[in-house]
């Protein structure tokens, strides 16, 4: 029998699928399940052409055609840094590791010296999707072993989505740099799915629109320049029905979950002093939402503003103004995304392409939206551009939708209701366009408790005033 092209440890929902995804694409493929081999077999007793599993892992590990290639589609975390260990035996001088799961790249940046040290190649590979896209082709984003990745890229290519007939992967950059980016378009994700929630929530609430109107109006939002993954999702979303003919959508628990990647960003933002306020905001909102008793007995004590009817109230122009403020918002949430991979590129040297980042996201992932064409072109003009918002590709949009903004925010606090990611993407941006902000205060609060000194805008070095007249 022919050797594999690769193995797959892990046999999952995203595993299987790539293991198919690969096998359908003529490549033979080895699999190997940690637990339950049983369940394994069980699951190939068809007989996959090109798809051969293996009950033993050193039987699998020889499967491979030399150099071995094995993809680790497992739970991020120890158990990834166990199968490490239990493969490594098996290896030989340039195998190839590839961690295709959501770790962390910091742990990245670990194996991949440890790794290297023992003449491994690593590469940790950001793959995005979901089980559809596993199957049928993610955006991919390799980082580690650049020889590494040349040997396996042309199954990537082969495998990943296709925008215009542009494979949706690209060599990211060193050690940690592909699980990187990979956990900033899921901090994106989360700001994302944040403000549009919040904008079908002022439509339902204060448009007075029901599910199916809801429906209509986000898939005509899909046709314009909100046209993406996640616009189009949540029209099919709203107009879902159960087999009881009700609308699923009303009864589902208003309590979102998380997995830990937008936590991450957030850190990350954190420790690199990068201002990611609205990624930052929808991971707090996800942890407020799981407050569901609190907010129960909130709402029988804290007091607000009911929902009345609005003066003067034009449905037309309150809902392009929503869509308005939902384009503007998601362009400052991917700005402040590529602004935080900007200064990641810079302290770990990894000199990130945001261009071919950008080509990335624009099919197989989750996040892709016909407007990252303008990032592209963007980028492509300038890879070093201070900020997204300083582009010509949306200067001009961000100046006339930001009115639009503002009237929706007025609006929803009047009414009582929340739109705190909204309400995020209009601080910062104010907060961004002042050239007098109210930090010179908090500089002399700092100096007067702590004598952390102080910049003065008239002289040149750092001042301490003795604050206190005896």
Same mark, same amino acid.
């Given at each position: 029998?022919? %050797?594999?092209?690769?193995?797959?440890?892990?046999?999952?929902?995203?595993?299987?699928?790539?293991?198919?995804?690969?096998?359908?694409?003529?490549?033979?493929?080895?699999?190997?399940?940690?637990?339950?081999?049983?369940?394994?077999?069980?699951?190939?007793?068809?007989?996959?052409?090109?798809?051969?599993?293996?009950?033993?892992?050193?039987?699998?590990?020889?499967?491979?055609?030399?150099?071995?290639?094995?993809?680790?589609?497992?739970?991020?975390?120890?158990?990834?840094?166990?199968?490490?260990?239990?493969?490594?035996?098996?290896?030989? =001088?340039?195998?190839?590791?590839?961690?295709?799961?959501?770790?962390?790249?910091?742990?990245?940046?670990?194996?991949?010296?440890?790794?290297? $040290?023992?003449?491994?190649?690593?590469?940790?590979?950001?793959?995005?999707?979901?089980?559809?896209?596993?199957?049928?082709?993610?955006?991919?984003?390799?980082?580690?072993?650049? %020889?590494?990745?040349?040997?396996?890229?042309?199954?990537? %290519?082969?495998?990943?989505?296709?925008?215009?007939?542009?494979?949706?992967? $690209?060599?990211?950059?060193?050690?940690?740099?592909?699980?990187?980016?990979?956990?900033?378009?899921?901090?994106? =994700?989360?700001?994302?799915?944040?403000?549009?929630?919040?904008?079908? !929530?002022?439509?339902?609430?204060?448009?007075?629109?029901?599910?199916?109107?809801?429906?209509?109006?986000?898939?005509?939002?899909?046709?314009?320049?909100?046209?993406?993954?996640?616009?189009?999702?949540?029209?099919?979303?709203?107009?879902?029905?159960?087999? =009881?003919?009700?609308?699923?959508?009303?009864?589902? *628990?208003?309590?979102?979950?998380?997995?830990?990647?937008?936590?991450?960003?957030?850190?990350?933002?954190?420790?690199?002093?990068?201002?990611?306020?609205?990624?930052?905001?929808?991971?707090?909102?996800?942890?407020?939402?799981?407050?569901?008793?609190?907010?129960?007995?909130?709402?029988?004590?804290?007091?607000?503003?009911?929902?009345? $009817?609005?003066?003067?109230?034009?449905?037309?122009?309150?809902?392009?103004?929503?869509?308005?403020? *939902?384009?503007?918002?998601?362009?400052?949430?991917?700005?402040?995304?590529?602004?935080?991979?900007?200064?990641?590129?810079?302290?770990?040297?990894?000199?990130?392409?945001?261009?071919?980042?950008?080509?990335?996201?624009?099919?197989?992932?989750?996040?892709?939206?016909? !407007?990252?064409?303008?990032?592209?072109?963007?980028?492509?003009?300038?890879?070093?551009?201070?900020?997204?918002?300083?582009?010509?590709?949306?200067?001009?949009?961000?100046?006339?939708?930001?009115?639009?903004?503002?009237?929706?925010?007025?609006?929803?606090?009047?009414?009582?209701?929340?739109?705190?990611?909204?309400?995020?993407?209009?601080?910062?941006?104010?907060?961004?366009?002042?050239?007098?902000?109210?930090?010179?205060?908090?500089?002399?609060?700092?100096?007067?408790?702590?004598?952390?000194?102080?910049?003065?805008?008239?002289?040149?070095?750092?001042?301490?005033?003795?604050?206190?007249?005896?």
């Amino acid at each position: 029998m022919a %050797k594999s092209s690769v193995g797959i440890i892990g046999m999952g929902v995203m595993g299987k699928n790539l293991a198919l995804n690969i096998a359908n694409h003529g490549y033979f493929v080895s699999v190997f399940n940690r637990s339950d081999s049983e369940t394994m077999k069980q699951l190939f007793q068809k007989s996959i052409d090109r798809l051969f599993p293996y009950l033993s892992i050193k039987e699998f590990i020889y499967s491979l055609k030399k150099p071995r290639c094995v993809l680790l589609m497992i739970q991020s975390g120890t158990p990834i840094d166990i199968m490490i260990e239990t493969i490594l035996p098996f290896l030989q =001088e340039g195998d190839i590791i590839v961690d295709g799961g959501n770790s962390f790249y910091k742990d990245t940046i670990k194996r991949f010296n440890f790794l290297k $040290k023992k003449q491994i190649q690593f590469l940790g590979v950001g793959i995005s999707g979901g089980e559809e896209g596993a199957l049928t082709g993610p955006a991919i984003m390799p980082g580690g072993d650049k %020889k590494a990745y040349q040997i396996i890229s042309p199954i990537l %290519k082969t495998i990943s989505a296709k925008y215009n007939q542009e494979a949706c992967v $690209k060599y990211i950059g060193p050690n940690g740099s592909g699980h990187y980016v990979k956990m900033v378009h899921n901090g994106i =994700e989360y700001s994302d799915m944040q403000l549009i929630s919040e904008a079908y !929530f002022l439509l339902k609430h204060i448009a007075g629109m029901g599910n199916i109107e809801l429906s209509n109006t986000f898939d005509k939002w899909n046709q314009g320049e909100l046209s993406s993954y996640l616009i189009e999702i949540t029209g099919n979303i709203l107009r879902k029905k159960d087999i =009881e003919n009700n609308f699923i959508i009303d009864y589902i *628990l208003d309590s979102a979950s998380s997995k830990g990647t937008g936590l991450w960003t957030a850190k990350s933002a954190l420790d690199l002093n990068v201002p990611c306020s609205v990624i930052t905001e929808s991971v707090f909102l996800r942890y407020l939402s799981s407050l569901k008793a609190n907010r129960m007995i909130a709402s029988t004590i804290l007091s607000g503003p009911l929902v009345n $009817k609005i003066k003067n109230f034009n449905k037309i122009v309150f809902v392009e103004d929503i869509r308005k403020a *939902l384009y503007l918002g998601k362009i400052i949430s991917y700005a402040q995304g590529f602004s935080l991979m900007k200064r990641a590129s810079e302290y770990y040297d990894w000199n990130l392409n945001f261009s071919n980042i950008s080509k990335i996201f624009r099919a197989g992932c989750i996040i892709r939206a016909d !407007f990252l064409n303008e990032i592209v072109q963007a980028y492509s003009s300038n890879n070093n551009i201070i900020d997204l918002l300083f582009a010509p590709q949306f200067k001009d949009i961000i100046n006339v939708y930001q009115i639009s903004l503002r009237n929706i925010v007025i609006t929803a606090i009047g009414c009582g209701i929340a739109v705190p990611l909204f309400s995020s993407v209009l601080s910062y941006y104010d907060s961004y366009r002042t050239i007098d902000s109210p930090a010179n205060l908090i500089q002399a609060q700092r100096d007067y408790f702590g004598a952390h000194t102080y910049e003065r805008i008239d002289k040149i070095g750092s001042f301490h005033t003795n604050w206190i007249d005896y």
